[in-house]
């Protein structure tokens, strides 16, 4: 449990680290495997871990997920370019940009569950 907890106040706090400019992760692909890229791998070692020791059952959607989830590593990329081309112009208030994240995962999510069934 406390490696999926790590993993996920990993994530956070690289995408923190991220808007706040101490890391440049889209110039940088040590810093994305750094910071991303180990924080994601202690998200997946722990749930499976977790899951694999009897602690939990993951829900339904949530394993459907993991089942699209090479579908989308492999289409992510090109949906948050696209609409970050789109939405380049939005205001960096918190609202906008709370709309441009959400938009940019749900897009990410729908393209690869398109790709993967």
Not at 11 to 25: D, I, L, M, N, P
Not at 37 to 65: D, S
Request: zero cysteines; a neutral charge.
């Amino acid at each position: 449990g406390w490696v999926l907890a790590a993993g996920a106040v990993g994530f956070a706090a690289s995408g923190v680290a991220e808007w706040a400019g101490a890391v440049q992760t889209k110039a940088s692909h040590l810093q994305r495997a750094l910071t991303f890229g180990a924080a994601g791998g202690l998200l997946v070692f722990g749930a499976t871990a977790w899951e694999q020791a009897g602690g939990w059952a993951f829900p339904r959607w949530l394993r459907r997920t993991g089942d699209a989830s090479y579908s989308i590593y492999l289409t992510h990329l090109t949906v948050l370019e696209v609409g970050h081309h789109w939405m380049r112009d939005w205001p960096h208030a918190l609202g906008p940009h709370l709309g441009y994240v959400g938009l940019l995962v749900g897009g990410s999510l729908v393209v690869g569950f398109a790709v993967h069934y």
